[in-house]
């Protein structure tokens, strides 16, 4: 009973099962509260003696602050109180957000409210807390302070020229961080290329549009010392300690609670300084204090992405084989690095990710990060896969084009081979197993090429002009302490579950993962379901509370089934084996001759219905003195689990996208797009193809719509949905959604993570396809958002 299952002898290669629930499409458990309007959100929770912040915000991106007067402010009814940053560094430290790990890497001190300038339009700068939002705003209103313009630093470009602005004189520059990772010799590769092509790629800034804005509600109790803090995040244990170390508190004197999150997007998985303000007043006022971003606020202070600029060049030889890629990536992080994760991962993951896909010797790739007085960026969706992929595939689609090779045969010839696993690319990512080309096959199958191109050549003797792009990507998700461990960053790899049944025989899972909308609720009930052995609605799953659930990492970089899953089956399987001996003891039988199906002791060979897991559990709670004195009796088990053999679980895929150019306005009209997608083993195929498509669509917005749009004195432009356009269900394409599963070793549910893989290929997928549709007429479209101008321009009409 003590021997490590297989697999196969907990039926997750078997569907046939009466209770397995691995590979089946079943319903989220919270479907109907959220539906029907009965969800709890930070903003739903409504304490006694209750405050609202608001913050007035800089309205300059640089600007040093001379003084503040609140007299008016304190007159206005309701306000109860005005804090500066003088006022909160009385209780709060402030941080720095660097990596260790990241050699070199720099940004300034930061606290919740600047001393003395702001870096920033929108940076939170004086709050007013009052009884009401409608007062506490009156009371920014009422605020007198008097600024004094500094010149801001916003060129990604002129960032470290010498006559620049520095934004922080202690950090001597405006360089946050630099990395070359170099392989081979790259040098001799492109000398002795048969072709060498070369474009530049930028990649507009954009942010994660949440439907629930950012929200806390911080609520300190003097008399306990304790602090119990609601928020609409992602990990509720880092922000524990976040609060904890920030406020010179115990950990276990602060409690997150994450209920019911409206999207996140990796928008919520960061410290924000107005939140942590929040906790600061509350905690100098001994009240609860609440704060929820509108969505003005949001698009000035939630973190945005994806500002690059990257020069790429390819080297291939006659036949098409790639010899070397040459990488050079710029991006701008906005005045400081987010703490803790720091906004440098994205250009390091731009390193780690390029030609990710391929087989090739030489390698070189830099990233240069840069301080700008705009919003800061940091972590968002597929962090750096978007940028990286659409740097290689456009190399490796214009490479084919120069040589007049099929952009299909072209992957296909230089894909890494399905058996040539276990393999560590150039930048030194080491993959465990992944299927390139069998996902490549999956999806010829799935697209009718030869029939899309013979519609192509009949529509363009219309002057119709359609293309079809493909895109091939690697998805790094499950990340061990490699990604922040090793930096000294307190953010937990591992994640933990409790498994426990309760007398009338129903389950209990409590995990350290937390529920946005993904499903994480429902495929961790699946999970848990299986490897107990009990029908889906007798399992009840809780999540997102720091005094109840096991210490975890949360949700974040798709780890929400391949960490937090593998812990809930671990623990599942400790708690059958317990209940089976428990119910030997009862029954007289061997516990290794019994199983539970569907909530009922059996005999493992004939199935002959022994007991209802009630009756044990009433054996168990309420007559214990009938059981054998030394028979271990908790039915409630706990496990945790982490990755130890490789720093990633690394998944993949390839898209394909189908698209009709208007070359008269520069409209860009989706017509169908396919991904196939290998996440490991799926658990809910419903779920996983949502995720696969709501990545689409977010990967799709990001590089037809949506933009961060600065004026020249650093002045966000885009700061209503007016302004800033998401994609609606009118414009995206019908979706096609397949699978190869290659699990993973090292867990024994074999998932890796499906979240992101959606955004990290489609944004290539549709600059190729967009290309492909304007090749006849010489033209070509590498800066995102492809907007109809920058077509128009590329075809020389504008």
């Not at 919520?268 to 300084?273: F, G, N, S």
Request: include cysteine; hydrophobic fraction near 40%; charged fraction near 20%.
């Amino acid at each position: 009973m003590n021997d490590m299952p297989t697999p196969a002898s907990i039926g997750l290669s078997r569907e046939d099962l009466p209770n397995s629930y691995i590979g089946r499409s079943v319903p989220r458990p919270n479907l109907p509260k959220l539906v029907q309007g009965r969800a709890t959100y930070t903003d739903d929770v409504q304490p006694p003696r209750l405050v609202h912040a608001a913050f007035l915000r800089s309205p300059y991106a640089h600007a040093r602050i001379l003084s503040v007067d609140s007299a008016a402010a304190m007159q206005v009814p309701g306000v109860v109180r005005v804090f500066t940053g003088a006022d909160l560094a009385k209780v709060c430290d402030p941080w720095v957000a660097t990596l260790d790990h990241l050699k070199g890497m720099k940004s300034a001190q930061q606290h919740p409210l600047p001393l003395d300038r702001a870096t920033w339009q929108g940076e939170p700068v004086v709050a007013v807390v009052a009884d009401s939002r409608a007062a506490a705003e009156d009371g920014v209103a009422a605020l007198a302070v008097e600024w004094e313009p500094l010149p801001a630093q916003l060129d990604i470009e002129t960032a470290l020229d010498p006559d620049t602005v520095v934004i922080h004189p202690s950090l001597g520059d405006n360089l946050c961080f630099t990395r070359t990772a170099e392989k081979g010799d790259v040098a001799a590769a492109f000398a002795a290329a048969h072709r060498v092509v070369e474009a530049t790629f930028l990649t507009g800034r954009h942010t994660g549009v949440t439907l629930e804005g950012r929200s806390i509600l911080a609520d300190y109790n003097k008399a306990e010392g304790t602090l119990t803090v609601h928020h609409s995040t992602q990990a509720p244990h880092m922000m524990q300690g976040v609060f904890a170390k920030q406020l010179r508190m115990e950990e276990g004197a602060v409690r997150v609670i994450c209920r019911d999150v409206g999207g996140s997007f990796g928008i919520k998985v960061h410290v924000y300084p107005d939140e942590v303000a929040v906790a600061a007043m509350a905690k100098a006022m001994g009240r609860p204090v609440k704060f929820v971003a509108d969505r003005f606020e949001s698009f000035v202070s939630d973190i945005h992405a994806r500002d690059h600029r990257i020069k790429g060049r390819i080297a291939v030889d006659a036949e098409g084989k790639i010899l070397a890629f040459d990488i050079d990536d710029r991006t701008g992080i906005g005045p400081y690095s987010v703490y803790p994760r720091t906004s440098a991962i994205e250009g390091n993951q731009v390193v780690n990710l390029c030609g990710g896909p391929y087989d090739f010797a030489n390698y070189r790739c830099t990233t240069t990060v840069v301080f700008q007085n705009k919003t800061p960026t940091c972590q968002y969706r597929a962090v750096g896969h978007p940028i990286a992929t659409t740097v290689t595939e456009g190399l490796v689609d214009l490479a084919a084009e120069a040589l007049g090779i099929d952009p299909i045969e072209m992957r296909r010839r230089n894909l890494i081979r399905d058996d040539a696993y276990p393999y560590t690319s150039p930048p030194g990512m080491r993959f465990e197993g992944l299927s390139h080309h069998a996902a490549l096959a999956k999806l010829l199958e799935m697209v009718p090429v030869e029939k899309i191109r013979a519609d192509q050549a009949e529509q363009r003797k219309k002057g119709v002009h359609r293309g079809l792009g493909f895109a091939s990507f690697i998805e790094l998700t499950n990340p061990s302490p490699f990604m922040y461990g090793i930096g000294g960053a307190r953010i937990s790899a591992q994640d933990g579950a409790t498994v426990r049944m309760d007398p009338d025989g129903s389950i209990v899972a409590l995990s350290g993962v937390t529920e946005q909308g993904q499903g994480t609720e429902g495929i961790l009930r699946q999970i848990v379901a299986h490897g107990v052995g009990v029908p889906l609605e007798r399992v009840k799953v809780i999540t997102g509370d720091t005094q109840t659930t096991p210490y975890g990492g949360g949700t974040w970089a798709c780890r929400g089934a391949g960490i937090g899953g593998e812990a809930a089956l671990q623990s599942a399987i400790a708690l059958k084996q317990q209940i089976l001996v428990v119910a030997g003891a009862m029954l007289q039988a061997a516990p290794e001759s019994l199983d539970i199906v569907l909530g009922q002791i059996v005999d493992k060979d004939t199935e002959r219905e022994r007991m209802p897991l009630s009756e044990l559990g009433r054996i168990v709670y309420y007559r214990g003195d009938t059981l054998p004195k030394d028979l271990p009796r908790e039915l409630v088990q706990t496990r945790h689990f982490i990755t130890k053999d490789y720093p990633f679980a690394f998944t993949n895929g390839i898209q394909a996208s189908w698209v009709e150019v208007d070359t008269d306005t520069g409209m860009v009209k989706l017509l169908e797009h396919w991904c196939v997608e290998d996440c490991g083993r799926v658990i809910n195929p419903l779920l996983v193809d949502e995720q696969v498509r709501g990545g689409i669509v977010q990967g799709l917005g990001g590089a037809l719509y949506e933009h961060c749009v600065y004026d020249e004195q650093g002045n966000l432009l885009t700061t209503t949905m007016a302004d800033y356009l998401v994609p609606m269900s009118a414009e995206m394409p019908e979706m096609h959604i397949g699978h190869v599963e290659t699990p993973t070793g090292e867990s024994l549910l074999g998932a890796k993570g499906a979240g992101e893989a959606g955004t990290a290929g489609a944004p290539a997928a549709l600059m190729n396809a967009i290309n492909d549709a304007l090749r006849p007429l010489s033209a070509r479209v590498t800066e995102q958002p492809f907007t109809p101008a920058r077509i128009l321009r590329a075809l020389g009409t504008v």
